[in-house]
């Protein structure tokens, strides 16, 4: 059922941008008719149009309507601003001290250093 609903909103928003496609099949569809009745030059011997004038227009009046819904859209577009203010609190939070002293080794300064931990590994040959 989600998917049909899907398929069905992604049509409909595709719609109007495949508006022009549709004026062109129907035109391919009924060329011959259109060609015969409406066309301008239909009494011509040699009859190049072939009812593209008319294909034309329709484009052309298609464009001119889908511009004047755009500058309609856009006189009615209104910006809402929404503000969300929430209310943060912050508790300090206690630090807990340790007395006891975990770090020996540094209470007190060295007295001296080993070398052995310094030398180059030794190999036996």
Do not use: W
Request: glycine share 2%; aromatic share 12%.
């Amino acid at each position: 059922m989600k998917r049909l609903f899907i398929i069905v909103l992604s049509l409909l928003i595709l719609c109007p941008s495949f508006g022009s496609l549709f004026i062109y099949a129907s035109f391919k569809i009924n060329q011959k008719e259109i060609a015969q009745t409406i066309c301008v030059q239909r009494k011509a011997v040699f009859n190049s149009c072939n009812g593209r004038c008319e294909l034309q227009k329709s484009i052309k009046k298609y464009s001119d309507n889908e511009r004047k819904m755009q500058n309609i859209l856009k006189d009615k577009l209104e910006v809402v601003y929404i503000q969300n203010i929430q209310a943060l609190e912050f508790a300090a939070i206690p630090v807990i001290e340790s007395k006891k002293n975990d770090f020996l080794l540094f209470d007190k300064k060295p007295v001296g250093a080993s070398n052995l931990t310094f030398h180059p590994p030794v190999y036996f040959v």
